[in-house]
């Protein structure tokens, strides 16, 4: 019914950046929530940074100041700038959304497929 799909994962040094991209199509009627997961190696998946439609931004303390959440309503887009990237953010970053389907008032949950990031030192 909503598919994600994610965008500009890749290899990048130690200190620098990329731009995450997801993309939410299908029987969409709201979004209320979109943002971002990661999951590294041997754990477990943590938030990383959501949005919710009316403005109010929730991120991890381990990304403040260093990563920026970002959406573009009109096309269901949420971005995830990355900035002074570290060895340790290395993990498959998951697009979440939660959306209220045209079908019903239910809200429901979606994740994209992951892309993966890796940071070498």
């Known amino acids: 019914q909503v598919q994600l799909v994610e965008s500009g994962g890749g290899l990048v040094q130690s200190g620098g950046s990329l731009r995450l991209s997801c993309a939410a199509s299908g029987r969409i009627f709201s979004i209320d929530v979109m943002g971002w997961y990661r999951q590294a190696p041997g754990k477990q998946r943590e938030l990383v940074a959501t949005?919710?439609?009316?403005?109010?931004?929730n991120s991890a303390d381990s990304v403040k100041d260093r990563f920026t959440v970002s959406r573009d309503n009109a096309n269901n887009t949420v971005y995830l700038q990355m900035n002074s990237l570290k060895p340790e953010d290395t993990a498959v970053y998951y697009c979440?959304?939660?959306?209220?389907?045209?079908?019903?008032?239910?809200?429901?949950?979606?994740w994209g497929q992951g892309t993966q990031v890796t940071v070498s030192s």
């Open positions: 949005l919710h439609s009316g403005g109010t931004a």
């Open positions: 979440n959304a939660v959306v209220r389907t045209t079908l019903s008032p239910a809200r429901f949950m979606y």
